[in-house]
C-alpha cells in the first residue's frame, strides 16, 4: 500500500489512520526555534465525521487510503438506500446509505451526476455539485410589483428542500441552486 510522508501532506489528501478511511482539513507545519520540525493535521474520520487534530514529527510516513472518488449518475430511492449508477461505461450501480449521502438529500436529482466516494467498494459519501436547477413546486404567488429587492419568500423544490427566494418566483419555474450555502442563485432561462 502507498504511503506519504509529512513533506507530502496537503488538505484533501485521505489516508489511513486509527484503521478508518481518514482526510486531511488542515495541515500546518511547525518549526519551533529549538528541536525537531514537525506537522500539526486536522483529520475529519470519512466514517464517522469526528474532527481531531494530532501532530507528526518530521520524515513519520502514513498509509495512504484505498479511497476513490468517482462521478456517479443518481438514479433513484427504494426508501432505505440512494442508488448510483457509474458514468465510466460500466453502468455498475451502487447504494448508498442515508448517512453516506447525509446532507446531500436536498440536492439528490435523478439523472445528474454527483461525486461519490467509495471505500472497499462501497460509498462512503456523496456530494452534490456546486450548483443544481431544481423547479419550484409551491410557493405563495408573485404578485405585481414585487421585485428582487423587496425582501424573500419560502419555496418547496421539487427535492423537498426549502429556499428562500425573491417575492417574484412563481410555481413551475426552475431555478439555480448553489448547494454549499443552499441559496437561490437566479432563474433558469
Not at 51 to 73: C, H, L, N, P, Q
Not at 108 to 131: D, H, I, M, R, W
Amino acid at each position: 500500500m502507498a504511503s506519504y510522508s509529512t513533506n507530502e501532506f496537503r488538505s484533501g489528501l485521505k489516508v489511513m489512520l486509527e484503521g478508518d478511511p481518514c482526510v486531511m482539513i488542515e495541515n500546518e507545519f511547525v518549526k519551533p526555534g529549538k528541536g525537531q520540525a514537525f506537522n500539526r493535521v486536522k483529520f475529519r474520520n470519512l466514517m464517522t465525521n469526528r474532527v481531531w487534530e494530532r501532530t507528526f514529527k518530521s520524515g513519520e510516513s502514513i498509509e495512504a487510503a484505498d479511497v476513490m472518488d468517482y462521478d456517479m449518475e443518481y438514479l433513484y430511492t427504494d426508501g432505505e438506500f440512494w442508488h448510483f449508477m457509474m458514468t465510466d461505461g460500466s453502468y455498475e450501480q451502487h447504494a448508498a446509505s442515508k448517512a453516506a449521502v447525509g446532507d446531500t438529500i436536498d440536492w439528490l436529482k435523478e439523472q445528474e451526476v454527483y461525486s461519490v466516494t467509495l471505500y472497499n467498494g462501497s460509498p462512503l459519501s456523496v456530494s452534490a455539485p456546486n450548483f443544481v436547477e431544481l423547479q419550484v413546486v409551491e410557493t405563495d404567488p408573485g404578485l405585481k410589483g414585487d421585485t428582487a429587492q423587496g425582501g424573500s419568500k419560502p419555496a418547496k423544490l421539487s427535492t423537498g428542500a426549502t429556499v428562500k427566494v425573491p417575492l417574484f418566483i412563481v410555481e413551475g419555474e426552475v431555478l439555480k441552486i448553489d448547494t454549499r450555502t443552499g441559496e437561490y442563485v437566479g432563474r433558469v432561462k
